[in-house]
């Protein structure tokens, strides 16, 4: 996985509340058993008309928005617990994911696949949204050891909270076997002294 310390990017903004995983990843793409190729249909049904073309007014297809932060409405990642909606995000190129409030389930998938959800307070999040509107430039920056994130557009900054020891992975770039194997020898010396 790779390590997660800081990012400063633009911002995605899909003001949209109770967005589930079968919205982020429609079930017909989940035959696939590895990760590759779930980005490609990231809101498939959103993103693409019947005959597969793309639909001009969804955010993903208009291109004056970019970058490695979505900034998603309340609730994001409700549902069923499938991980690749996760992967999903992660191979379109998604880093961050920030809502006012996400499911748990996604919230622990999104960790474990090296996706930083960001929960911020909704007055926050409502004024993000509005600096994209006005300038689709707007950035943010998410610092994982502080633990804040910052409109930088207003400069207005807020903390969030992350479980320590999936802090310590993304800053390491740690799954959780790789966290095991780096914690051997401490496991090793236990085991010989009990």
């Not at 800081?6 to 109770?18: F, G, H, K, Q, R």
């Not at 909606?85 to 961050?96: E, H, I, P, S, T």
């Not at 996706?115 to 509107?133: C, G, K, Y």
Request: proline residues 4%; negative net charge; hydrophobic residues 40%.
């Amino acid at each position: 996985m790779e390590k997660f310390q800081t990012l400063t990017s633009t911002c995605v903004p899909l003001p949209i509340e109770n967005v589930d995983t079968d919205q982020i990843i429609p079930a017909r793409f989940l035959k696939a058993t590895t990760r590759e190729g779930f980005g490609a249909n990231l809101f498939a049904d959103w993103r693409y008309d019947k005959s597969g073309q793309p639909i001009s007014n969804f955010v993903l297809n208009n291109p004056i928005y970019s970058g490695q932060a979505l900034i998603a409405g309340k609730n994001f990642g409700s549902g069923s617990s499938r991980e690749h909606a996760a992967w999903a995000l992660a191979g379109y190129g998604f880093k961050v994911v920030v809502s006012s409030f996400f499911a748990d389930i996604f919230k622990g998938n999104a960790l474990n696949n090296g996706v930083l959800p960001v929960v911020v307070s909704d007055v926050f999040l409502l004024e993000l949204f509005a600096a994209i509107q006005v300038d689709p430039t707007t950035t943010i920056t998410v610092n994982l050891e502080l633990q804040t994130i910052s409109n930088n557009a207003s400069g207005v900054v807020e903390t969030f909270e992350i479980n320590p020891y999936k802090k310590e992975c993304l800053l390491h770039g740690l799954d959780d076997i790789d966290y095991l194997l780096s914690k051997k020898d401490a496991i090793e010396a236990w085991e010989k002294a009990h």
